[in-house]
């Protein structure tokens, strides 16, 4: 999931205007301080994004998490896959499968008033 990750940042921090640094070490900021104060701000959109595109299919997988850690690790997605396959227990695979899509869209949710805030705020 790397790629996920890095790709959102990596664009993020291309548009990014170099002499907002420049800026920020002339008024007396080291360079982590401008870093810390001037990069990490603007990039939180890109990190915001890559966190999503890294969580949303980490959260769901089961193939992955069964091959490395064996049968007795407990992910979601495995025990999802075990009510509604294995043992054929609908109801149960039903309430699992909302727990999952609670635990995905509440983050998308929170995301897009993030965005919305941002933009009516005119950054």
Request: hydrophobic share 55%; aromatic share 12%; glycine share 8%.
């Given at each position: 999931?790397?790629?996920?990750?890095?790709l959102p940042?990596?664009?993020?921090?291309a548009?990014?205007?170099e002499?907002?640094?420049?800026?920020?070490?002339?008024?007396?900021?080291?360079?982590?301080?401008?870093?810390?104060?001037?990069?990490i701000?603007?990039?939180?959109?890109?990190?915001?994004?890559?966190?999503?595109?890294?969580?949303?299919?980490?959260?769901?997988?089961?193939?992955?998490?069964?091959?490395?850690?064996?049968?007795e690790t407990?992910?979601i997605?495995?025990?999802?896959?075990?009510e509604?396959?294995?043992?054929r227990?609908?109801?149960?695979a039903?309430?699992?499968?909302?727990?999952?899509l609670l635990?995905?869209?509440?983050p998308?949710?929170l995301?897009?008033?993030?965005?919305?805030?941002?933009?009516?705020?005119?950054?």
């Open positions: 999931y790397l790629p996920f990750m890095v940042l990596y664009a993020t921090l548009k990014m205007d002499s907002l640094l420049e800026a920020a070490q002339d008024l007396g900021c080291t360079r982590f301080a401008a870093f810390w104060l001037v990069t701000p603007l990039s939180i959109p890109g990190i915001i994004a890559g966190s999503m595109l890294v969580f949303i299919p980490a959260v769901g997988e089961f193939v992955v998490p069964d091959l490395l850690g064996g049968s407990l992910m997605g495995r025990t999802l896959w075990t509604f396959f294995g043992n227990d609908w109801p149960v039903s309430a699992v499968a909302i727990i999952l635990v995905l869209v509440v998308i949710v995301f897009q008033r993030h965005q919305d805030r941002a933009q009516e705020a005119g950054r």
